[in-house]
């Protein structure tokens, strides 16, 4: 295949870049290398491509760039380049518009004009979902947990875009899931949970299970907002990669659809009482944190109900927690050079 990767030398577009080149696939990255980490990914890649990447240096705010970047004929276009933070937003909302919704609307008419008949699969998120306000939430000694949703969120929950950044996704999300209705295109939303894994440069508002590990390792700080039983589900990176290629799989069934894909109940962790013991474990040393205030917008609990994905596309979180966390620490533990070249920043 022929695949087109927006945001291709990040945490999740490397993985993908790399699954395709691993199967053959000649793989475009479309990047602007603004986030850390995104050059070291662009040359790991660069090692596994043999002959098969082709990379262009641009921003999907530039409508022009992305038309001449996108060749006719390609066959699936991963759109997941983003501003990720929502502390970001609040600060520089315009950006994050210009990014998420224009940028996001600038890819469809790309794939519009220039690939018709590509699939195009948009890396969303939960925070469409909003605050939930009027879901019951019960606190128990080390996390939150739904009183009513033993499965998670569906799918069909109400939408309430809070902050910037969950209206400017929120925007991209119904932009793309309305391309495939008024213009046929092939499209698919994947409403993502936490992800993590393997060539991930956490920062403190964004990919915090990997910030957590290099913070442990590298003995940097570590602030806890809020009282740490806020409680995820978390997907590891395979398994995320495995979702992409099962909707592509199952594009007749998938085309238009909108799945929740993360961990769901079964690989649900509190972000620092149930996650403390199992990072202080890897790390053999007791880690000392400080804590913060809340922070607006944060959600006691969030697990998604992924049983539409498994119904329509056979897919399931198969890697548990403490495997997949075995396998970050010892990747971050493993190679410290790539973290020693920045200072991980706190975003925005």
């Not at 080149?21 to 850390?36: C, H, Y």
């Not at 909108?258 to 649900?268: D, E, K, R, S």
Request: proline residues 4%; negative net charge.
């Amino acid at each position: 295949m022929n695949v087109f990767v927006t945001g291709g030398a990040g945490f999740i577009g490397a993985n993908v870049a790399a699954d395709h080149l691993a199967r053959g696939d000649t793989v475009t990255v479309f990047d602007n290398l603004s986030r850390a980490g995104t050059r070291g990914n662009l040359d790991w890649l660069r090692q596994r491509a043999g002959g098969r990447l082709r990379f262009v240096q641009g921003d999907i705010r530039d409508a022009s760039a992305l038309q001449a970047a996108l060749a006719s004929g390609t066959d699936v276009v991963y759109h997941l380049a983003a501003q990720v933070a929502v502390t970001t937003s609040v600060a520089d909302p315009r950006e994050d518009f210009e990014i998420n919704a224009l940028g996001t609307f600038n890819v469809l008419e790309a794939v519009r004009a220039r690939a018709p008949e590509a699939i195009v699969l948009y890396a969303s998120t939960n925070k469409v979902y909003g605050g939930m306000e009027d879901v019951v939430v019960e606190e128990g000694p080390s996390s939150y947990r739904y009183r009513d949703f033993p499965h998670g969120i569906p799918e069909d929950r109400l939408l309430d875009f809070h902050s910037p950044y969950g209206c400017s996704k929120g925007a991209g999300d119904q932009y793309v899931r309305d391309y495939a209705r008024i213009y046929g295109l092939r499209t698919v939303v994947m409403r993502q949970s936490c992800i993590y894994g393997t060539r991930q440069f956490g920062v403190e508002d964004q990919g915090w299970v990997a910030h957590f590990c290099i913070s442990a390792r590298l003995g940097r700080p570590i602030t806890i907002y809020g009282d740490g039983k806020q409680a995820r589900d978390v997907l590891w990176i395979d398994d995320l990669v495995a979702a992409y290629r099962a909707a592509i799989e199952h594009i007749d069934v998938a085309a238009g659809s909108i799945y929740n894909v993360g961990g769901g109940p079964g690989n649900t962790v509190s972000i620092w009482r149930e996650f403390a013991p199992r990072l202080e474990r890897l790390a053999g040393r007791e880690i000392e944190v400080t804590y913060g205030p809340w922070r607006p917008g944060d959600q006691p609990v969030y697990v998604s109900d992924v049983r539409r994905a498994e119904r329509d596309l056979g897919w399931r979180p198969t890697t548990s927690f403490d495997e997949g966390l075995a396998r970050l620490w010892a990747w971050v533990d493993a190679n410290p050079h790539l973290f020693d070249a920045f200072a991980v920043p706190k975003a925005g």
